[in-house]
């Protein structure tokens, strides 16, 4: 049973470190992104979630984000969140690096998250820098279809990782130093095909860790890890507590 052989690393293999991807969101009712019924099945990432697209037309980027926002802002944590933030507060998951801007690991109760992408939880203004928490966004979206500063009328942007914007620099060193020390890495719902994150687990294997993969769909990594769990994060990490806590 896999469960039992990942909750037998986990015990093994300490300090455990969780990488998660979009994945681990879609049994929340939000779709992933390269899966064929994802989002970049629909949405051409570069006209809408690329730095350049947003420069070019701030209104149409937010037309993505938009729905985004008030779904995500709907969306309930699952039981893949609900398990890694229990075996968090029991000592068994150091830290969770996250590549998902739903905030969904928070509201779960993990308290160690590395948001890689950033978040929803706060937009700036691009030209003053004034932060916006994710409620005001919210209702500023309810007046405008891109909302803007209203302390100097520049166009707000969400503090989220575009493509050909770089990673907050302070989240990968973590995320590398975390991967570097980890004696398991337990990736889950993630397609690893998007670096710097994709590098990680081969960090771990280099420093001599271990490498455990749940995820849906075959990943480039599942030859370096020693348990490839291709089922749905939910149940197996419901499981996989159960055998632990
Ligand atoms: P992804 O869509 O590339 O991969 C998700 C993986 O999860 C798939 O391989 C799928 O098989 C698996 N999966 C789906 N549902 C599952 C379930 N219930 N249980 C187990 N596995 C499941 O997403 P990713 O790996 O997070 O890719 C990184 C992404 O980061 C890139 O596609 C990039 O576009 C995106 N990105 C996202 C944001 C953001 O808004 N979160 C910001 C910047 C970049």
Known sequence: MSAARLAELIRDAQPCVVLTGAGVSTESGIPDFRSPTGIWAEFDP??????????????????????????????????????????????????????NIDLLHERAGSRDVIEVHGSIRTSSCRACGASYPLAEVVALLEREPAPSCVACGGVL???????????????????????????????????????????L???????????????????????????????????????????LL
Do not use: C
């Open 157 to 199: 942007k969400p503090d989220v990782v575009f493509f050909g914007e770089l990673l907050p620099e302070w989240a990968i060193e973590r995320a590398s130093e975390l991967a570097r020390e980890a004696g398991l890495l337990l990736v889950v719902g993630s397609s690893l095909e998007v670096y710097p994150v994709a590098g």
């Open 46 to 99: 570069l006209e809408y979630a690329s730095i350049e697209a947003f420069r070019r037309d701030p209104a149409k980027v937010w037309s993505f984000y938009a729905p985004r926002f008030a779904m995500l802002t709907e969306a309930e944590p699952n039981d893949a969140h609900r398990a890694l933030a229990a075996l968090e507060e029991a000592g068994y998951v150091r830290a969770i690096v996250t590549q």
């Open 201 to 243: 687990p081969l960090e771990t294997v280099q420093a001599g860790g271990r490498l455990a993969i749940v995820n849906r769909d075959p990943t480039p990594f599942d030859g370096d890890a020693e348990l490839v769990v291709h089922a749905a994060a939910g149940e197996t990490l419901r499981a996989t507590a159960d055998l």
